[in-house]
């Protein structure tokens, strides 16, 4: 079994902003694979499924993104997994509009929902798949200031934005099928 976790903040206030990108691409591969979020675990919405012959557990933390790892810990441990058993799709403020990065392990890159869930589970090494948000523009926005940098994150995308975004969401999904059917090395050779 697969657990794939996708971060964002609960409630229609955040739905459309950039943070909520994990959310998003989670929602539409649900959708694509007749998965339903009908379920409540573990401080999560949460669905199950068959997807090419693999079980996936698909979960949606509603601990808001500073708080993921609480839920992800304990999705991962009701379930019996191991870390490299889990997905995480995030947003990434450090890569291009719409851009699509695959990769295992690593630091956390200053994203909270992120370094949660390593402090939470205990380890760097599990699966995740970024999604470029771009950054904030300079005039608009102090990029070394924090509260800058949150108000940037929990804005919406432009109609234009919107477009690319929808192409990186798609892109997601078969990232997704990749991963489960071929393995990482091929996801990221792919989609990298």
Sequence with gaps: M???????????????TRHNIGFMCLKHFAHEHGINFDKKQA?????????EG?????????????LSGQSVNRLMHNLKLKPDDIIVIHDDLDLPL???????????????????????????????????????????Y???????????????????????????????NEALLCLLTDGLEAAMNKYN
């Design 98 to 140: 719409g851009k699509v990065r695959i990769r295992f392990g690593g630091s956390s890159g200053g994203h909270k929902g992120i370094n949660s869930i390593i402090q939470q589970i205990g380890t760097r090494d599990f699966i995740r798949i970024k999604i470029g948000i771009g950054r904030p523009d300079s005039n608009k």
């Design 2 to 16: 697969e657990l794939i976790v996708g971060l964002g903040n609960p409630g229609q206030g955040y739905s459309k």
């Design 43 to 51: 401080n999560a919405r949460v669905g199950r499924g068959v997807v």
């Design 54 to 66: 693999i079980d996936v557990f698909l979960a949606k933390p509603q601990t808001y993104m500073n």
């Design 142 to 172: 102090d990029t070394s200031n924090e509260d800058d940098i949150v108000d940037f994150v929990l804005t919406g995308f432009s109609p234009d934005e919107k477009k690319e975004i929808e192409s990186s969401i798609t892109r997601v």
